[in-house]
Each structure stands twice: as structure tokens, then as C-alpha cells.
């Protein structure tokens, strides 16, 4: 024990979602068998756990590397593709392992029948992120995308829209955002396609956020939930800090004999929390 003697407890409900722990599994499974896999964008948004995947032999590829591959072994990890993935690497006689997660498969399906039956579709995500880049590309990128209401025009939206969200988007903005453009006069066809693995998260950290001095949240910095789950807790505690590693942790940040929560996202590793308590014990 530290000279802080800080009480510390690891929230048992964070860490990796069902859908990061099929990719990684996967991912390991072929590691072990061959030692070599190619996966094509980040397996997760955590760079601690990508770093320790790529001890083991796994190699991260760009969309432009996919199209100068032959002949190997790919990865698609659990944000899921767009079809022209599929097509660039079976047509460079690539093998692929798909660890798309069941719930973004089926939003997929579901994205490409409502655009068949004719549907506007807008589409609530960070534009960049690659499950929203999955996405739009089942219907050739003709949802509009965006981040935040004030993105919209409301002058160009359609009377009547369907309107649809990336997995890991806070499910109480979603429906500040069908309020709002249901106060502009549109008519919102709406269909929740938040995941529920992340949304009924929000409430038990609430919880767990309140029981201590201090929370110490832990993540990698491109997490879309990361980022949504920390705001959750630091609303409830203002004494929160992001993390994305044991490094980044400061001696003053805390007092002595504080109690310290460490609480994380969907794509951190239950390991690299018990890194963050041995860090927060030995002060």
C-alpha cells in the first residue's frame, strides 16, 4: 500500500462489450494458430490493446493497404464494413475472418431494406467513425450523416425522414434530437438502434460514480463510448479523470485515504484496469 492508502474498487460491469470480446477472441484464435493477421483498421478503440495484439503478430492495415493485399489473412473487426471491404479483399484472393458484431450486422440489414423501401434516412454518428463508414456504405453513403442537431439544416429536411443512430451514441441525446426536429414540424420515423450493451451502462455508473471521492475512467482517446460513458460519470462526480494508461495517472489528484473508483468503456480491457488499481495502490 502507498503512502496515500487509497481505497480503491474496479467497476465488475465495465470493460469489453460481447461484440469486442468475439473480435478479440477471433483475433487470438488465428494468432495462435499462425502467428500472422492483418486487421483492418484498429480491432478496438484502446491502444494499450492493440499494442498488445501486435506483440502477438497481428498488423493493423489501412483501407488503401487492403487494396495491395494478396493472399492473406484479414481481420474485420466488430464495427462492421462497407461491401466494397468484402469485395477488395475476396477479389486480392484474401481470407477474411468477420467478427462484425451480430447487432451491427443486423442494423446493416436493416439500414439496406429501409433505404429499398424508399426511406430518407439520417443517420445520428460521428461521420468518421468506421460502424458509421459500415453503415452509410450498405446504401452507397446516401444517408445524411451527422454529430450534433446543429449540423442540420432544417431548411433542406424533408417533411418525413427515418431516422437512425450509430450504436454507441448517448441514447439521451438521440431522443433530445427526434424532440427537436419533432418541434420543427418533421416527422420522425424513428428507430433506436442504440446498442443497449452501452445505454444501460449509463445508469450503473451514474451509481457507481456517486460511491466514491474521486473516479478514475478508463479508455483510449478515440472511443466514441469512451467518450460518452466519461461524461456520465464526471456529471455524477466531478472528481473524474480520463485515463488511457497507468502513466497517465498524478499523485495530486488525490488526498489521503480517498476512495477511488476505476470504471471504463466497452473497448477497455478488464487488464489494463488492474493496471490503472496496482498504479493507484502503490501511491
Not at 196 to 217: A, C, D, G, T, W
Request: charged share 25%; with cysteine; hydrophobic share 35%.
Amino acid at each position: 500500500m502507498g503512502s496515500l492508502n487509497l481505497r480503491v474498487e474496479i467497476d465488475d460491469k465495465s470493460g469489453f462489450c460481447f461484440g469486442v470480446v468475439g473480435a478479440i477472441e477471433k483475433a487470438e484464435k488465428e494468432l495462435e494458430a499462425s502467428g500472422e493477421l492483418y486487421c483492418l483498421g484498429e480491432i478496438v478503440h484502446n491502444d494499450e490493446e492493440v499494442k498488445r495484439l501486435e506483440f502477438q503478430g497481428m498488423v493493423n492495415i489501412t483501407k488503401e493497404e487492403l487494396s495491395t493485399l494478396h493472399n492473406s489473412t484479414i481481420l474485420f473487426r466488430a464495427h462492421g464494413e462497407p461491401p466494397v471491404s468484402y469485395k477488395t479483399a475476396l477479389k486480392n484472393g484474401n481470407r477474411i475472418i468477420d467478427a462484425s458484431c451480430p447487432i451491427i450486422l443486423k442494423l446493416q440489414k436493416r439500414f439496406r431494406e429501409s433505404y429499398e423501401k424508399g426511406d430518407t434516412i439520417y443517420l445520428y454518428g460521428k461521420p468518421n467513425h468506421p460502424e458509421v463508414i459500415g453503415l452509410n456504405g450498405q446504401i452507397g453513403n446516401k444517408a445524411i450523416v451527422f454529430g450534433h442537431f446543429e449540423d442540420l439544416d432544417l431548411k433542406l429536411i424533408p417533411g418525413k425522414i427515418t431516422l437512425y443512430s450509430q450504436t454507441t451514441m448517448s441514447i439521451e441525446s438521440f431522443y433530445e434530437i427526434v424532440e427537436k426536429l419533432e418541434d420543427s414540424g418533421i416527422e420522425v420515423n424513428v428507430k433506436d438502434t442504440i446498442c443497449r450493451q452501452v445505454s444501460h451502462r449509463e445508469p450503473s455508473l451514474r451509481q457507481f460514480s456517486r460511491k466514491y471521492n474521486r473516479i478514475v475512467f478508463v479508455a483510449g482517446k478515440q472511443s466514441s463510448n469512451g467518450s460518452v460513458l466519461f461524461n456520465v460519470c464526471r456529471q455524477e462526480n466531478p472528481n473524474t479523470y480520463f485515463v488511457s494508461s497507468p502513466d497517465e495517472i498524478f499523485e495530486h489528484w488525490f488526498e489521503k485515504d480517498d476512495s477511488v473508483g476505476i470504471c471504463g468503456a466497452t473497448s477497455t480491457p478488464m487488464w489494463l484496469m488492474r493496471d490503472v488499481e496496482k498504479k493507484l495502490l502503490n501511491l
